[in-house]
């Protein structure tokens, strides 16, 4: 199984050819010391919002940081009149 992440980059992979059980929709799956995936080095690179931030305890998930939509993103934006 390859493990990648959301961006259209070709060095935006985690694992390769790596043996893992069948997953399924609604399975964590943990990567630790990602990065640029870590929400204090994250950006919006291509546009791509923030992911929710998962805390994992005892087997349950709760949500701690709610995922960044688009509008978040372009909501403190703004076009000149005179460019639009």
């Known amino acids: 199984v390859d493990v990648a992440g959301?961006?259209?980059?070709?060095?935006?992979l985690f694992a390769r050819d790596r043996p893992l059980p069948d997953i399924e929709e609604g399975d964590i799956l943990g990567i630790l010391n990602a990065g640029a995936y870590g929400y204090t080095m994250a950006s919006n690179y291509n546009s791509r919002p923030l992911p929710a931030e998962i805390l994992v305890?005892?087997?349950e998930s709760f949500v701690i940081r709610e995922a960044q939509s688009y509008d978040d993103i372009f909501e403190k934006q703004s076009v000149p009149d005179h460019l639009q």
Do not use: L, R
């Not at 959301?6 to 935006?12: M, Q, Y």
């Open 6 to 12: 959301n961006v259209c980059e070709s060095c935006d």
């Open 57 to 59: 305890k005892n087997g």
